[in-house]
């Protein structure tokens, strides 16, 4: 049987799947089909239920939380860190008023907190590994970095206005839920049943952790990636995160549910749902740190 599995063209992402991407980790009955693309393509094919494993924007999440629970793994979660609001003529927020921001699609995780912390900015939808170019042009006023964007921004005589993940945690005292990696909810695989989403989650956190445990030739290939600065990148995102989302984690993405209802962006009454891989967390965390 076929698996569908979509991820972004990311540093992360790549280092996370290459294990399973490349035959080294195995599903039992299950041949995985890879698909990358940018997260606002990935949203989209989400909301039209294209893909059994997709990656998403947290802020997009409400949107098909009734179709797709979130794996445990593998999802991107900052500590004082995310998204970031960069300028070449603008020092602070509150000159932004009225403004253009670009951002990588909307709903994201990016426009959200633009939304949320640039109050009265209009947002511009834009390819994201373009916006920093546009900004430097004077064709934006600002622009939301994501992805590895947001360690090469300087390179084009940009400065940092805010970092929007450091908002968000000074905000609400929790970490940001950046972008989620999900299930279909009512996949069930022939080999494996009932038990199918849990053995997709293990699939998920063997992957990682063979990454984890052969860096060199996972990096390797996650630097033909984004700009090829996927060691600076996947640092900002601990292990031990990634290989199994904490309850802050869990928290944080509960209030994204209800910040994105309250901007008028999403549904209300969201309950997230979370799906756990068989690992015990304990030989999950000692893999993270070895």
Known sequence: MKLRIAYTPDSDDAFGYYAWEQGLVTLEGVEADFHRDHIGALNRAAGEGRFDVVAVS??????????????????????????????????????????????????????????????????VTHPFDQIARAVAAGELDAGVMIHEEIVVFEEAGLHRVRDLGEAWCEDTGLP??????????????????????????????????????????????AEGFGRGRAREHIAMFEDSDTLRLP????????????????????PDGVVPSFVEGHHDLAALMACGSA
């Not at 995310?82 to 003529?89: D, T």
């Not at 999900?182 to 996949?187: A, G």
């Not at 209030?255 to 209802?261: H, Q």
């Open 176 to 221: 940001l839920p950046v972008g989620l990696n999900l299930v279909r909810k009512n996949l069930v695989l022939e080999e494996h049943g009932e038990d199918t989403l849990r053995a997709i989650a293990t699939a998920c956190e063997r992957s990682l952790m063979w990454g984890l445990q052969h860096p060199d030739q996972a990096y390797r290939h």
């Open 58 to 123: 947290s802020a997009f999440y409400p949107h098909v939380a009734d179709d797709y629970a979130i794996l445990t793994v593998g999802n991107s979660v900052g500590r004082h860190c995310g998204p970031v609001l960069v300028s070449k003529a603008f020092e602070h927020v509150d000159q932004l008023e009225g403004k253009t921001i670009g951002v990588g699609g909307h709903p994201t995780t990016g426009s959200c907190l633009a939304a949320l912390y640039v109050p009265g900015a209009r947002l």
């Open 247 to 266: 309850e802050d984690a869990r928290a944080g993405i509960r209030v994204m549910c209800d910040r994105i209802a309250a901007l008028g962006l999403g």
